[in-house]
């Protein structure tokens, strides 16, 4: 009885210490070698890069960011799609994002600015496409009461803004177009309207999209003014004709005034990748995502200037990439916006 009694005591503590030693063993981590760790880092770098697409934006302050970034939120999905926003140094700029960074896709640009690298970058315009036009950028002449006219600008103080926004790459260059030598300004435009203010300045230029708070709800004195740009044949490579009205700014123009000016076409546009590339492809698929999906901007939550965009509105000197107009070729597409 006390050997059968050993016996089993025995053959149940090598049992116990069978499973003790094969739950050891389970929750041990599993070692791969060298080659399997590799495959599998191999593997998820190319799931999480097989659909990435870079997208310039500008200055983190800016509206085009915003517009980027409001752009990931809806064309993006697990897998399938991951649109990266990225911040630069302005919208002007992002054609030097778009020719030359590395990881870089699409951007936001302004079309003007295209004419900084027609010299240096022959037929740039076959390089860069359009996808979609977002908004105008309206230009804004805004004087002291004694200025009367684009002419008695010369020779005076004139405020673009600071480097890397819209105005101060656009305005000089409007500038040049219209042969206006002015002391040209690089300052933030909240201190030179104080400044204005006080007849220390005498103009201020903005490129953006009206109406521009600073207008809409500063002071001014009887007097301040906008001066009108007419559309012509200077302006017929990047630019768009357009006019600021009452609606804008009741308490500077006259009801039922209208005063002309010009705007700056803000695009996204994409590199002119090679047909079957894998990069051609990834913005393809923006491509699909992004208007198919147009809707989803445009509803409440998302920035007011969506329900401008209309797919179908042309830009000035560039052609479409393919697969948007193929897109807009589909009998079943449907475009929203304001017909241009």
Excluded: C
Excluded at 58 to 87: F, Q
Excluded at 168 to 174: V, W
């Amino acid at each position: 009885m006390r050997m059968s009694f050993i016996k089993l005591s025995s053959t149940m503590a090598v049992a116990v210490l069978g499973l003790q030693l094969t739950a050891n063993a389970q929750s041990l981590p599993t070692r791969e070698t060298p080659a399997a760790a590799r495959k599998a880092d191999t593997a998820a770098k190319e799931r999480i890069n097989a659909w990435t697409v870079g997208l310039a934006g500008g200055l983190i302050e800016g509206a085009p960011l915003r517009l980027a970034a409001e752009m990931a939120r809806v064309a993006n999905e697990e897998d399938k799609l991951h649109v990266l926003p990225i911040v630069t140094r302005g919208a002007t700029e992002n054609v030097n994002s778009l020719l030359y960074l590395r990881g870089v896709d699409a951007a936001i640009i302004n079309t003007d600015a295209l004419d900084e690298y027609k010299a240096q970058v022959p037929f740039i315009e076959r390089r860069i496409v359009y996808v979609l036009s977002l908004f105008p950028s309206e230009l804004h002449i805004f004087v002291r009461p004694e200025i009367r006219s684009l002419e008695e600008l010369k020779g005076k103080k004139v405020n673009f803004n600071t480097q890397g926004t819209a105005a101060a790459y656009s305005g000089p260059l409007i500038f040049s177009r219209l042969g206006l030598s002015v002391e040209k300004m690089f300052i933030p435009h909240q201190v030179a309207l104080e400044q204005m203010k006080r007849g220390d300045v005498s103009a201020v230029v903005f490129v953006t999209s009206k109406p521009v708070d600073a207008f809409l709800k500063g002071r001014w004195d009887p007097g301040f003014k906008f001066l009108a740009v007419e559309y012509n044949a200077k302006f017929e490579d990047y630019y768009l004709p357009s006019s600021i009205d009452s609606t804008d700014y009741p308490s500077l123009v006259p009801k039922g005034e209208r005063i002309a000016t010009i705007a700056v076409p803000t695009v996204l546009a994409a590199y002119n990748w090679p047909q079957q590339s894998d990069r051609y492809r990834r913005v393809a698929r923006l491509v699909d995502h992004l208007f198919s999906r147009l809707d989803r901007l445009q509803s409440p939550g998302f920035d007011p200037k969506w329900k401008e965009v209309n797919l179908r509105a042309r830009v000035p000197s560039l052609e479409r990439f393919r697969p948007a107009q193929e897109w807009l070729d589909r009998p079943q597409a449907v475009t929203a916006g304001p017909s241009q």
